[in-house]
């Protein structure tokens, strides 16, 4: 009776804890795609400005992050906490370029198109400096390769899905700068902390882009609670909550889950924005998620 007990209790827990990673999994996919949607939505129903845009999501995301970093740290001032969450200027500017790209971006482009090509050129850069490094890639990882690449470069043909040339390169650059930034991000400690390092260390580039633009700065209540919840919620958190669930997945099965944030974009664009998917932009996004699902699975 007491073996039997303590296996129910030892399944009890396991269900438990298996239950807990997939909803924390689930919570961060949908806060990563929900940076799409938000920044989309403010900058196309609100009159605020991309630049300001970018300036209040880094600025809430480090005081989100920071405030995590506290928690964690238990007691301890703030400049301690602030000292021992890391980061440093060229992760920062990685992260700042992201975000930027990403915000210009979006003043015309649909959340959709927007996430496969984030999305793709991220997985590009980061395949493309393993293999610059010296992994090999199979015969079904090239293929999936190439028709990844093939896809994002239809994504951006006229006609397709619309995006101006200017807001597809400045959306490929957001994903370089966010692959770079990954890279430089493996191994470096507490992957929490040192984002949130890194988002303080943003935050004056941000500052600074805003004091360029100001004479195209456009400031809206509604555009800058949008950018605060994009800011503290879908990036600061999100990250948080993804990190925190991170070292119980395996690294393939991490990359693969990923493939959900831009088809879980596209159905939020077309709920609450009210965005056309039509059959070529199916197409592209399956020859995109499809050849990076290949590279993935086929990776030793």
Not at 223 to 233: E, K, M, T
Request: charged letters at 10%; one cysteine or more.
């Amino acid at each position: 009776m007491h073996d039997a007990c303590q296996i129910a209790t030892s399944f009890t827990a396991r269900t438990m804890s298996q239950l807990r990673l997939v909803i924390l999994v689930s919570l961060a996919m949908l806060a990563f795609a929900g940076n799409s949607l938000l920044c989309r939505i403010a900058l196309k129903h609100t009159s605020i400005d991309a630049a300001s845009f970018t300036t209040m999501r880094m600025l809430s995301g480090a005081c989100m992050l920071w405030l995590v970093v506290r928690l964690k740290s238990g007691t301890g001032s703030t400049a301690r906490a602030g000292e021992r969450s890391g980061g440093n200027w060229l992760s920062a500017c990685a992260l700042f370029v992201y975000a930027a790209g990403f915000s210009f971006a979006y003043v015309s482009m649909s959340a959709a198109t927007g996430a496969l090509l984030l999305f793709g050129s991220v997985q590009a850069t980061m395949i493309g400096y393993g293999v610059f490094k010296g992994e090999r890639m199979h015969k079904l990882q090239l293929v999936g390769f190439a028709l990844a690449l093939a896809g994002l470069v239809a994504l951006m043909l006229p006609g397709l899905a619309a995006p101006t040339l200017l807001s597809s390169l400045s959306m490929l650059s957001a994903g370089v700068a966010w692959g770079i930034y990954s890279l430089r991000g493996k191994g470096v400690g507490d992957p929490t902390q040192v984002t949130a390092g890194n988002f303080m260390h943003a935050v004056p580039m941000a500052l600074v882009l805003s004091l360029l633009m100001f004479k195209h700065q456009s400031l809206d209540g509604s555009g800058l609670g949008l950018a605060v919840l994009s800011g503290a919620l879908a990036s600061g958190l999100g990250y948080a909550i993804w990190y925190r669930a991170l070292p119980a997945i395996k690294a393939t099965h991490a990359a693969t889950v990923q493939l959900s944030v831009p088809v879980i974009a596209a159905l939020g664009g077309v709920v609450f924005i009210g965005e056309a998917v039509t059959v070529p932009m199916l197409l592209a996004s399956s020859a995109i998620l499809g050849g990076i699902a290949l590279v993935i699975l086929e990776k030793k």
